[in-house]
């Protein structure tokens, strides 16, 4: 296929067009090139594309140019997503794109009173964005009518997959109208994904941009060796020093513990402005923090795995990774968070001995080789304290036995040479 250089060779009409080119957008991503005309020419699709990639506008231009103008009260199309932040962004998005339309683009979600999402829905809505089970919720009490709908995107299915959305997601299958266009867009495709899509997808067109859990070519990835945590938060403090480098930038942590204790230490140097999120926050605090953050009023962003999806921010200059996840198609969705569209990115993971073994699951499955830094002179290697010394001797010794059941131990091996 000959590349797509401009979004007018697309069958889309003039008030998208208008919105595509105030957002800047020059030339079609791949996914765009790809996916665009077949999902108008009314096919199933199963897109797999991180984020990043262009994906949204992928299917939500066609998505728009279908429901094309706002007509009744029911919504036509439903794109449901895995957490507040995502359909929140998602909606805007859409917004965005349909700036020059009058469609009714509304955003669902938990957390948030029931009433305030009935009333909007039952002013009218062409386009419903939901998390699901904010969707079922509604659904269930009546106030949500779903006879027009007519198109159903999934959206980061296999996070809603992970998050374990599925029964909300069989339960609205069945309440919605079969016949309709369905469209799976997913980082990866992992089985649980292949099932999802065999249950919800007939003959679908498969399109792929980077092979499943890939990491992102725009990111440039790094590894530090470290001894302990007390030296990871040194070298954190000595990278964030360089301010103007590392000018906005995502700390994961695999905890809301971790993510609060950086994020409080950080305050505590003044090295930010810096906020955190996780799954304790506030959802409103969540959101504004995600604001703030992509407005450029505050540089660092404390985050857990799963308070970070649908994080849309371009010119992340870093992403860092206090430590490993332990479920590796994590590290694709952290880093995918820089790089985004046509912005490089830098991708830094700190690594405990501990964690080696997680890390070498981690290249496994991106097939590459995390290019590993040595840790510069001025970051303060300190000793690792007895507590964390067994804590790690104890999870490498699981770590082994996992790999090889007849493993005894280090400390059953120690007693039998005595
Ligand atoms: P997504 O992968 O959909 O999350 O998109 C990532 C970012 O890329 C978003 O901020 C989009 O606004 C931006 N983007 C999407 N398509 C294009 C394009 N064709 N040209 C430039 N930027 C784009």
Redesign the pocket.
């Known amino acids: 296929m000959s590349a797509i250089t401009n979004f007018s060779t697309f069958n889309l009409n003039k008030q998208l067009l208008n919105a595509v080119s105030d957002?800047?957008?020059?030339?079609?991503?791949e996914i765009?090139q790809k996916a665009i005309p077949v999902i108008m020419g009314g096919q199933h699709v199963i897109g797999i594309?991180?984020?990043?990639?262009?994906?949204?506008?992928?299917y939500m231009l066609p998505l728009l140019m279908k429901v094309k103008y706002a007509q009744g009260k029911e919504p036509r199309a439903v794109i449901l997503g895995p957490t507040k932040e995502l359909v929140v962004q998602l909606a805007e998005?859409a917004r965005n794109f349909a700036k020059y339309t009058d469609l009714r683009i509304v955003a669902i979600y938990g957390g948030v009173g029931v009433k305030a999402h009935a009333d909007a829905i039952s002013n009218g809505v062409d386009i419903l964005v939901a998390t699901p089970g904010r969707f079922m919720e509604i659904y269930l009490k009546g106030d949500l009518p779903v006879k027009q709908i007519k198109t159903l995107v999934l959206d980061e299915a296999d996070r809603m997959m992970d998050m374990g959305f599925m029964p909300q997601l069989r339960k609205i299958f069945e309440v919605i109208p079969s016949k309709r266009q369905n469209l799976l867009f997913s980082a990866t495709f992992g089985e649980r994904v292949e099932r999802l899509s065999q249950d919800f997808l007939e003959f679908p067109v498969r399109i792929e941009v980077t092979p499943p859990a890939t990491a992102s070519v725009r990111v440039s990835q790094e590894l530090y060796q470290v001894p302990n945590i007390k030296t990871k938060i040194n070298l954190l403090l000595h990278l964030l020093e360089d301010k103007e480098s590392f000018n906005r930038v995502i700390i994961f942590t695999r905890t809301k513990e971790v993510a609060n204790n950086i994020y409080k230490f950080l305050e505590r140097k003044e090295i930010g402005p810096t906020k955190v999120i996780h799954s304790n926050k506030g959802q409103n605090t969540r959101i504004n923090a995600m604001y703030e953050f992509k407005d450029g009023g505050i540089r660092i962003l404390v985050s857990t795995d799963v308070s970070a999806r649908g994080i849309?921010v371009?010119e992340v200059s870093h992403v860092i990774n206090f430590d490993v996840p332990i479920v590796y198609d994590d590290y694709v969705h952290r880093i995918g968070r820089t790089g985004?569209?046509?912005n490089e990115g830098k991708a830094i993971t700190f690594v405990t001995p501990v964690e080696e073994y997680h890390i070498q699951k981690i290249e496994k499955l991106i097939r590459e080789k995390i290019p590993v830094k040595s840790l510069p002179g001025a970051v303060e290697i300190e000793e690792t304290s007895p507590e964390e010394k067994k804590d790690m001797a104890r999870e490498i010794d699981w770590q082994k036995k996992k790999e090889d059941p007849s493993f005894q131990g280090a400390f059953h091996e120690r007693k039998k040479k005595k």
């Open positions: 957002l800047g957008f020059e030339a079609p991503t765009q594309a991180q984020t990043g990639t262009g994906k949204t506008a992928a998005h849309d371009n985004r569209a046509y």
